[in-house]
C-alpha cells in the first residue's frame, strides 16, 4: 500500500518503480481478476441488451462490449 501511495498519490517515482509496479501487480494476479471482472461486465450487458428489439444497433451494443474484452487479452 505504501509503495502506490508514494507512486501514485504523492507522485514521487524513482527509475525502479516501473519494475516493482509490475512485479505487484503479477503477483497479486492484478490483470487476471481486472479481466475476469470486465467479462463478467460485458456478460451483463449482453443479458440487458436481450430484451431490446434485434436491430443493427443491438448487434452494435453486443459488439461493443465484445470488442472491450476481447482487445485486452
Given at each position: 500500500?505504501?509503495?502506490?501511495?508514494?507512486?501514485?498519490?504523492?507522485?514521487?517515482?524513482?527509475?525502479?518503480?516501473?519494475?516493482?509496479?509490475?512485479?505487484?501487480?503479477?503477483?497479486?494476479?492484478?490483470?487476471?481478476?481486472?479481466l475476469a471482472r470486465a467479462a463478467g461486465y460485458?456478460?451483463?450487458?449482453?443479458?440487458?441488451?436481450?430484451?431490446?428489439?434485434?436491430?443493427?444497433?443491438?448487434?452494435?451494443?453486443?459488439?461493443?462490449?465484445?470488442?472491450?474484452?476481447?482487445?485486452?487479452?
Amino acid at each position: 500500500r505504501s509503495f502506490w501511495q508514494r507512486t501514485i498519490e504523492a507522485q514521487e517515482q524513482s527509475a525502479a518503480d516501473l519494475e516493482q509496479a509490475l512485479a505487484l501487480i503479477a503477483r497479486h494476479g492484478a490483470i487476471e481478476v481486472t479481466l475476469a471482472r470486465a467479462a463478467g461486465y460485458a456478460a451483463s450487458a449482453q443479458a440487458a441488451l436481450a430484451g431490446l428489439a434485434d436491430t443493427p444497433f443491438r448487434q452494435a451494443l453486443r459488439d461493443v462490449a465484445d470488442y472491450t474484452v476481447r482487445r485486452a487479452r
